[in-house]
């Protein structure tokens, strides 16, 4: 079995050179990465150019073009070589056992279509901060899909077949794995591993991106609710979405934003935190 890991990246030289260690310290040594560049004007094209010229199995793809990261998530879905790809960002870090145990997986149930894995979050600094999804995923109740975050999208693994069926929407340029989740649930058979495998960076979120996909999402709620939201129940859904857009924007204004996005998280203990550290320490030391 070859897994194909796709980074797109667009301005990342802060975080992109741990993002690619990250990758080639995975324990499961039969992947091929591509590194796709949407347009960077910093050094994440040199970092890149670096990478793959020190080991065979890294590939960078450079048109100079700022096409947007739904454009590059399908285009990583054609050119895939492998049985699965993995999705990843180029601000988040692959612990070493991710794909191994992601791809263990699909070899005890062939019925699988989407493997995600429960996260430890980090900062802009690479500190911790929480941890999420923990549980297992339960669509019993079919309103769930639209009122709670099925995934983490950078920690999923995917059979190719899948993704080649059901790629991203290019009119959802925010959003895009909630609204291919909403699109895609009644067919698909999701798991999640309830161990965390990936660092997932979050912190101060962009003001302009967040409303953005506030925006998205009304548009998502609206293609997506008959049958399983009331008129009211959608009504609420959207007015939570402005008022969503509107602490945001309030937060930002003090550059607190962070505070609002670090509610989705449970408390790690220092067990956790020393755990976090080493591993990116040992990233960084390589």
Known sequence: ???????????NE??????????????????????IDDGSTDNSVEIAIKNA???SRINLICDGANKGLVFRLNQIIDIANGDYIARMDADDVMLPERLEKQLAV???????????????????????????????IN???????????LLVHPSILVKKEWYKLNKYNKKY????????????????????????????????????????????????????????????????????????????RLMGFFNLQYLLTSKR???????????VEKAIFKLKDT
């Open 1 to 11: 079995m070859k897994i194909t890991i796709g980074i797109p990246f667009y301005n």
């Open 14 to 35: 802060k975080t992109l050179e741990l993002a690619i260690k990250s990758v080639i310290a995975q324990t499961f040594k039969n992947w091929e990465l591509f590194l």
């Open 53 to 55: 010229n020190s080991d």
């Open 106 to 136: 699909f070899n005890e149930n062939p019925k699988i279509d989407v493997v995600a894995t429960a996260a430890y979050t980090i900062d802009e600094n690479d500190n911790p901060i929480g941890i999420r999804d923990m549980d297992d």
């Open 139 to 149: 669509l019993k109740n079919k309103k769930d899909i639209l009122k709670k975050s």
């Open 173 to 248: 340029i925010r959003a895009e794995d909630y609204e291919l989740w909403c699109r895609t649930f009644t067919f698909t058979n999701f798991y999640r591993i309830k161990e965390p495998l990936l660092l997932y960076r979050e912190g101060n979120t962009n003001i302009k991106n967040y409303v953005a996909s506030m925006k998205t999402l009304r548009m998502i709620y609206r293609n997506y609710s008959k049958g399983l939201l009331s008129n009211n129940e959608l009504a609420i859904e959207i007015f939570k979405s402005y008022l969503k857009g509107f602490l945001y």
């Open 265 to 275: 998280n449970n408390s790690l203990t220092k067990a956790q935190i020393a755990y």
